[in-house]
């Protein structure tokens, strides 16, 4: 029940203080000192929850030790049983070597396998090759494996014990047909796949091939014999594929020679037709005479333009003036050069003689035919000028009348040459091809039996020696492991379903009420035996309760206590006589009544019998002084519940239970009631109103959670003022505590007294 759900203390508590959670003994002085301790108390626990408590893991496996041990044992045997029944399987293995690379003899593009590429899948593939049908079903038919699996399996155990062993195949009479060949191809294949196992050596190129059976002959020759198929295999499979390459080559080759041969005939046809002549580097004549004249004609307009720049400048100047390039050929240099001889004589004379005087005469017309003679080479220079012009201009004229007429011709000719071009091309397009094709038909045709094989055998598989499994100290261990895991498992799960009250933290976290005392299990004595020895456990036990009572409230122990349970056999009958005569040890009047009027057994502790009890007191047909017995302990007196009344619960609810409780309160110094159980019946939620004080017994390992939270709920809805609970029949070290509770009440047990107490 949670604490919030309890119901509160009704009237009548006269301010009844609550007592500490856990506190086996302690008091508060006051309320609200006793409510804060409470909340103090609540708020650790509630930590403590949410903590993961590897010291009660540790208690629960303490605590079914034996649980865990015996599944442990049972499956350590049946794993020997298994290793012992189980039959031998040997193992061999080969090793392979598997290069990335194929190493060539010969460069040849496009012929590299395709497990020499980059591909990051390149050694899963060889894994699954290894593994394949297609490869199995080959080292089934090399072996002969077809048919003879029966008789390469030695029979099971069960066989061999019952004699049931299977008929020889070789016994069999009749031809097989082809359905039954393949099936027993597949049977055998099936063999070798399940009995085969793939381990990549990590960081290397190195491949082991298993193989298992219970033949230690046959493991080594399957385990060869698929090194060698699959070796095998990869070798045709690369031959193959250049066989299937050199006739289809073939077939392209006798395919592309027609069309090239087509396409030619073709060309040559249509440029006859056309009349069209290609100079081989894909132009026609026209085309490269026209070329040809575009060059020239830039070089006779090159010439033109300086003819005429010439011209232009031999017109505008005089002879002195002309550049010297027109000069450099001509004599008026030297013309030039006497008339001004002459003239520099015809100066220095004139400052002698008159122009008149026969001499200046004669010089001046030796001056003056000197200048007829310049003027006339000066005319001749210009001439010749002009003339250069003029070829200059004519050349270039005619030059672009033939341009003229073959950039017509060209373009006749190219309208023609379009047909022409795409026939042409057609032509080398299929030439190049069937050069390619025949290249790579060559290359094919010889390096097709001179690669070099990527995968190599190792290390050969030899007969296994040793059995590989069944390994007994493996199963064993593997036994052991999977044991303790599952008795731990079976022990954590039967805790979790078993939801009693275990433990004192139990009874508090649970209950949330005061945990009064702890009573540990008794072995084979009986609880009248053990209380006679003060100095056993069960009798420390019960007087640590009865401390723990005397302070249980602000008064000490309630003047009527009773003590109940939430159903039969809990201990509540011992516990009220022994807290009863505990009471009476210490020197105090202590009247012990038994309330239980349906199911009585005070009477058999105390090995009494009475006519008259309290049924008798409460129907009103005997008095205090008849139901009172004396007991050996004269401070001890008890009241027997008498003969069972067909209606208890009507004479519990009596005046006359309150009138004798009210009245034996004042007699004696205590009052302990031993009540019927919480559930089921309605007498002892009656008795708790009526009581000043309430104790409620619980039995470990025997009380469920649910039933003492139910039995709590309804002695608090009847306002019942609970003080605090007691767990009985604890055992410490099944709990897995060790050294608990028993061993503290015990606590110098065997050391000898001066006295008692």
């Not at 509160?8 to 009844?16: I, K, L, R, Y």
């Not at 099936?190 to 091939?209: H, K």
């Not at 070829?391 to 047909?419: F, G, H, P, W």
């Not at 035996?529 to 723990?548: H, I």
């Amino acid at each position: 029940m949670s604490e919030d759900k309890l119901p509160a203390p009704g009237p009548g508590d006269d301010g009844q203080r609550l007592p500490v959670p856990g506190g086996h003994g302690g008091a508060m002085s006051h309320p609200v000192q006793g409510a804060l301790a409470l909340d103090l108390y609540r708020d650790e626990r509630r930590q403590e929850d949410d903590e993961i408590d590897l010291l009660a893991y540790w208690r629960i496996l303490l605590k079914r030790r034996w649980l865990v041990l015996g599944v442990m044992a049972g499956v350590l045997a049946l794993a020997l049983l298994a290793t012992l029944l189980m039959p031998s399987i040997y193992r061999a293995t080969t090793t392979l070597q598997i290069d990335r690379e194929v190493m060539e003899v010969l460069q040849v593009e496009g012929m590299n396998s395709v497990e020499a590429g980059a591909s990051s899948d390149f050694y899963q593939t060889q894994y699954e090759l290894l593994k394949s049908r297609a490869l199995a079903e080959r080292v089934a038919d090399e072996l002969n494996l077809a048919g003879r699996i029966d008789t390469l399996t030695p029979p099971s155990w069960w066989e061999r014990v019952t004699g049931l062993l299977r008929p020889d195949p070789a016994d069999e009479e009749g031809d097989v047909d082809e359905a039954t060949r393949a099936g027993e191809l597949r049977a055998a294949a099936g063999f070798v796949r399940a009995g085969t196992e793939i381990e990549p050596v990590r960081n290397s190129q190195l491949v082991r091939i298993h193989f298992d059976s219970q033949v230690p002959e046959l493991s080594a020759r399957v385990a060869n014999a698929l090194a060698e198929g699959f070796i095998a295999s990869q070798i045709e499979r690369r031959f193959g594929a250049s066989s299937y390459a050199r006739n289809y080559l073939e077939d392209q080759l006798a395919e592309m020679k027609g069309r090239l041969e087509q396409s030619e005939r073709a060309l040559v046809e249509f440029a006859q037709q056309e009349g069209l002549v290609n100079t081989g580097d894909g132009q026609s004549l026209a085309g490269q005479n026209l070329s040809e004249l575009n060059a020239q004609l830039a070089s006779v307009q090159a010439q033109r333009i300086a003819a005429q720049s010439r011209a232009a400048q031999a017109t505008a100047s005089n002879g002195a003036a002309l550049p010297a390039d027109m000069l450099a050929n001509s004599i008026i240099r030297t013309l030039q050069q006497q008339r001004a001889q002459l003239q520099a004589e015809y100066q220095e004379q004139l400052q002698v003689f008159k122009p008149e005087y026969p001499a200046m005469q004669q010089l001046q017309g030796q001056i003056d035919a000197l200048d007829q003679s310049i003027s006339k080479e000066l005319a001749a220079i210009r001439a010749s000028v002009q003339s250069e012009y003029a070829a200059a201009q004519a050349q270039e004229a005619m030059l672009v009348a033939k341009i003229d007429e073959l950039r017509n011709q060209t373009l006749n000719v190219d309208q023609r040459s379009i047909r022409y071009n795409i026939l042409k091309r057609e032509v080398d397009t299929n030439r190049e091809l069937y050069d390619g094709l025949l290249q790579r038909f060559k290359e094919i045709g010889v390096a097709g039996g001179v690669t070099a094989n990527n995968i190599a055998v190792v290390d050969r598989a030899q007969v296994p020696q040793g059995r590989y499994k069944p390994s007994l100290s493996r199963n064993l261990a593997l036994g052991l492991v999977l044991g303790l895991m599952l008795g731990v498992l079976l022990a954590l799960l039967l805790e979790f379903l078993d939801d009693t009250l275990k433990t004192p933290d139990d009874v508090e976290q649970r209950l949330r009420v005061p945990l009064l005392g702890i009573i540990p299990k008794l072995g084979k004595e009986s609880p009248q035996e053990a209380f006679v020895d003060p100095r056993s456990a069960f009798a420390e036990a019960y007087r640590s309760v009865r401390t723990a009572l005397q302070f249980s409230t602000d008064q000490g122990v309630p003047r009527v206590l009773l003590v109940t349970s939430p159903v039969p056999a809990e201990g509540k009958s011992t516990t009220a006589l022994t807290l009863a005569r505990n009471f009476a040890q210490l020197g105090k009047r202590v009247l012990l009544i038994e309330a239980d009027l349906r199911n009585p057994s005070l009477h058999r502790a105390l090995g009494m019998r009475g006519e008259n009890g309290l049924s008798s007191l409460l129907a009103g047909s005997a008095g205090p002084s008849d139901v009172i017995i004396d007991t050996a302990d004269e401070r001890l007196k008890v009241i027997l519940a008498g003969a069972l009344p067909p209606n208890p619960a009507e004479l519990l609810s009596g005046s006359r239970l309150v009138s004798l409780l009210a009245v034996a309160s004042e007699k004696f110094d205590q009052v302990i009631i031993d009540g019927p159980p919480v559930l089921g019946i309605a007498d002892a939620p009656i008795l708790a109103n009526a009581a000043s004080g309430t104790l409620l017994v619980v039995q470990a390992g025997k009380t469920r959670i649910s039933t003492a939270q139910v039995a709590l709920k309804r002695l608090l809805s009847a306002r019942a003022r609970v003080i605090g609970a007691l767990l009985t029949q604890y055992d410490a070290k099944a709990t897995g505590y060790g050294y608990g509770y028993e061993s503290y009440y015990a606590y110098g047990a065997s050391t000898p007294r001066l006295g008692r107490g």
